[in-house]
């Protein structure tokens, strides 16, 4: 869906005439959402390609390798979806010159997710289930957490896992014994519909809570029913932008509803064909000064960029019930 948004992006830009009076040329590589290949995909079309801009990666824990190699060829990164701040950042905490997302980070959407679940949904306990090795699950679980604990609430558990474990019983059976009043579970919608089904079938009632990883058209909805989950968008939204964004993106795939995924990455590429031509060149160190400033009525909001190339925009609280996702709140940074 990534692919999809950034592909409806450059029919819209290409059919104006492109860019600086060229086409947009796309490649496409699969980085599997893994760093290694993710690596091998950027020094190629960087090295052989001759890229010099780049949307993606989709998961943070490739985006980072990812924005390593991107700032030290001084080639522009925009992630529609990685949401670890380390992705922008430096290890010493400085900004990484050409690297930018179109999606909030983790310490806001792990916050967001904590405050709904101390404000809305009265939770007073709360247990955190991890992948330890994903640092997409990671930051957001720690930011619950903190968040959380910040706001008067208590963790009565903390569970990790890796990548590829599909029996949950044995940390499943810690919730039911801890009997919290939420469930955070911030992990990607394969891994929901694994969890989910299973605490259902254990009969733990309790809601669990997710972050943006649940957004896919592959979540289980019959599973995660009862569940909320903190995103980027709602198709709901009424702005003219938005019914814009579904009705064409419905008409390109046969009636699809873009996902938090398409839409995010359909964003990031307008930001960078704007930035591309407000600043009048391709040359990607006046490109990066132009993106910094730019300000961008975008499907996911009006979007500016922090000191840290984040967009400053609202994050919208979704629940999964009787076979369908809907907008239950919105809250601002």
């Keep these: ?49 001759k890229v010099h801009y780049i949307v993606g990666e989709v998961c943070s824990k490739a985006s980072i390798p990812l924005s390593e190699i991107a700032n030290a060829k001084k080639v522009v ?41 101390l404000d809305n949904l009265g939770a007073k306990t709360a247990f955190v289930m991890f992948d330890k090795g994903n640092d997409y699950v990671l930051g957001l679980a720690e930011n619950f957490e903190a968040s959380f604990t910040e706001g008067g609430g208590t963790i009565v558990g903390k569970e990790s896992y890796v990548k590829g474990d599909t029996d949950f019983s044995a940390i499943l059976a810690k919730v039911s014994e801890s009997n919290p009043d939420v469930i955070y579970l911030p992990d990607y919608y394969n891994v929901i519909n694994l969890v989910l089904k299973q605490a259902k079938e254990k009969g733990i009632t309790a809601p669990f809570v997710g972050g943006d990883g649940w957004d896919s058209a592959d979540l289980d909805l019959a599973a995660a029913d009862g569940g909320y989950y903190t995103n980027h968008y709602s198709p709901e939204d009424t702005r003219p932008i938005v019914v814009d964004w579904l009705k064409n993106y419905g008409a390109k795939y046969n009636g699809a509803v873009p996902d938090a995924l398409a839409t995010l990455a359909y964003d990031a590429a307008n930001l960078m064909f704007s930035a591309i031509d407000k600043a009048g060149t391709t040359d990607t160190a006046v490109v990066k000064d132009v ?17 840290f190339h984040n967009p400053i925009k609202a994050a919208v609280i979704l629940q999964v019930k009787d076979g369908a996702v809907t907008f239950v709140d919105s809250v601002a940074p």
């Design 291 to 307: 993106l910094e400033a730019i300000e961008l009525e975008g499907v996911s909001g009006k979007i500016t960029f922090d000191a």
């Design 77 to 117: 990164q925009i992630t529609g979806t990685s949401t670890n701040p380390t992705v922008t950042l430096n290890q010493d905490g400085s900004t990484k010159p050409y690297s930018f997302r179109a999606c909030f980070i983790d310490p806001f959407q792990g916050k967001v997710g904590a405050k709904f679940a």
């Design 1 to 49: 869906s990534s692919r999809d948004g950034v592909l409806l992006a450059i029919d819209e830009w290409n059919a104006k005439g492109g860019v600086l009076g060229k086409k947009i040329e796309l490649i496409v590589e699969d980085s599997q959402c893994e760093p290694d290949p993710t690596v091998n995909a950027a020094n190629k079309v960087i090295d052989q390609d």
